[in-house]
């Protein structure tokens, strides 16, 4: 019988497989809701900051049938804060975030230090990695990366830092490699630490808020150069992308990723028919997950497989309030896909 993670590293190297699988990643697209803390009895936030509880409640999701993976962190600040912005661990109710950037233009990221991937936040998750690698086998695991875009407008003042990628731009060019290669080095930590996947999300990197010709020139150049990284480590890659798409379909088609993942405002069908040969990942409401029914939920999850899904999943992440029983109807809905 076809394991999890045998399913999904199948359906990202483009075979058939029986089903779709049933994720959600981590990072930008946390699944650790206030009911599965509750359960389990691990919480947020010292889990961001503790690799057993880390991995503890990473392994919950799995255990009450959530998801088919485990994925750590449960944020997109790890990158941030190890270049030195500042951030709040939140809550059990509200997930880390930034609050005071490291610099304020991208004339001053050469004060900026490398990110110590043996301390803090880095290390944690590296260690939660780890240990779900040495305690477990037939569920995928997926470490989560910030996209270059989002890791920049969350290091410098985001108002300057987009405005200068307009009139600085060859030193926007130099700050936005020096992110690149931080978050690389990040990445290809986490799959040696263990990661069979990288899920990246840059949700400040849409084409609504660069346009086409900076998405292509900033979002998809350095994109890339992770995806690349990564495939070159051994492991497979899903990038997220926010906002709409029909501006920037040509230009997504050229990021190398082994599926592409989208919000719920894009049509699953729209996607496959501009993405020939991609893993198409999405994109069951976060909305109804944590405010409608299960019925409602399963509708989804169903509408989601007959517009052609590879990897079925919550548009992005799930709301600290969803019931548990809501986000296990996706799960429970996409076993019933089975050939």
């Given at each position: 019988?076809?394991?999890?993670?045998?399913?999904?590293?199948?359906?990202?190297?483009?075979?058939?497989?029986?089903?779709?699988a049933?994720?959600?990643?981590?990072?930008?697209?946390?699944?650790?809701?206030?009911?599965?803390?509750?359960?389990?009895?691990?919480?947020?936030?010292?889990?961001?900051?503790?690799?057993?509880?880390?991995?503890?409640?990473?392994?919950?999701?799995?255990?009450?049938?959530?998801?088919?993976?485990?994925?750590?962190?449960?944020?997109?600040?790890?990158?941030?804060?190890?270049?030195?912005a500042?951030?709040?661990?939140?809550?059990?109710?509200?997930?880390?975030?930034v609050?005071?950037?490291?610099?304020?233009?991208?004339?001053?990221?050469?004060?900026?230090?490398?990110?110590?991937?043996?301390?803090?936040?880095?290390?944690?998750?590296l260690?939660?990695?780890?240990?779900?690698?040495?305690?477990?086998?037939?569920?995928?695991?997926i470490?989560?990366?910030?996209?270059?875009?989002?890791?920049?407008?969350?290091?410098?003042e985001?108002t300057?830092?987009?405005?200068?990628l307009?009139?600085?731009?060859?030193?926007?060019?130099?700050?936005?490699?020096?992110?690149?290669?931080?978050?690389?080095?990040?990445?290809?930590?986490?799959?040696?630490?263990?990661?069979?996947?990288?899920?990246?999300?840059?949700?400040?990197?849409?084409g609504?808020?660069?346009?086409?010709?900076?998405?292509?020139?900033?979002?998809?150049?350095?994109?890339?150069?992770?995806?690349?990284?990564?495939?070159?480590?051994?492991?497979?890659?899903?990038?997220?992308?926010?906002?709409?798409?029909?501006?920037?379909?040509?230009?997504?088609?050229?990021?190398?990723?082994?599926?592409?993942?989208?919000?719920?405002?894009?049509?699953?069908?729209?996607?496959?028919?501009?993405?020939?040969?991609?893993?198409?990942?999405?994109?069951?409401?976060?909305?109804?997950?944590?405010?409608?029914?299960?019925?409602?939920?399963?509708?989804?999850?169903?509408?989601?497989?007959?517009?052609?899904?590879?990897?079925?999943?919550?548009?992005?992440?799930l709301?600290?309030?969803?019931?548990?029983?809501?986000?296990?109807?996706?799960?429970?809905?996409?076993?019933?896909?089975?050939?």
């Amino acid at each position: 019988m076809i394991t999890a993670n045998e399913r999904l590293i199948k359906i990202l190297s483009g075979k058939k497989v029986d089903r779709p699988a049933c994720i959600c990643p981590g990072g930008m697209m946390n699944m650790v809701t206030k009911s599965l803390q509750d359960v389990c009895g691990v919480y947020l936030p010292e889990a961001h900051t503790d690799a057993r509880m880390m991995a503890d409640l990473a392994k919950a999701i799995v255990d009450e049938k959530c998801f088919e993976n485990y994925g750590v962190p449960f944020c997109m600040t790890v990158e941030a804060e190890g270049l030195g912005a500042a951030c709040t661990m939140g809550t059990q109710f509200f997930e880390p975030h930034v609050t005071g950037y490291a610099i304020d233009t991208v004339e001053d990221y050469g004060k900026l230090t490398p990110m110590d991937l043996e301390s803090g936040r880095a290390k944690v998750t590296l260690d939660a990695i780890r240990i779900l690698k040495a305690e477990t086998s037939d569920y995928p695991i997926i470490g989560n990366v910030v996209g270059p875009v989002s890791v920049a407008s969350s290091v410098c003042e985001p108002t300057r830092y987009y405005k200068q990628l307009r009139q600085k731009r060859e030193l926007a060019h130099e700050y936005m490699q020096f992110v690149t290669d931080e978050i690389i080095r990040f990445a290809v930590a986490e799959v040696e630490a263990g990661a069979d996947v990288i899920a990246l999300s840059d949700p400040s990197g849409t084409g609504e808020i660069l346009g086409p010709k900076f998405f292509d020139e900033y979002a998809v150049t350095y994109i890339n150069q992770v995806v690349d990284a990564v495939r070159a480590a051994g492991a497979k890659i899903i990038v997220h992308i926010c906002g709409q798409m029909k501006s920037v379909y040509d230009k997504v088609a050229k990021i190398n990723s082994d599926a592409f993942s989208f919000d719920a405002v894009v049509s699953l069908r729209e996607a496959r028919n501009n993405l020939p040969g991609k893993a198409i990942m999405g994109n069951v409401s976060t909305f109804a997950i944590e405010m409608q029914d299960e019925s409602t939920v399963e509708k989804l999850t169903r509408a989601c497989y007959s517009n052609g899904s590879d990897i079925i999943s919550p548009a992005c992440g799930l709301g600290m309030g969803s019931e548990l029983r809501n986000v296990q109807a996706v799960l429970r809905t996409v076993e019933t896909f089975a050939e």
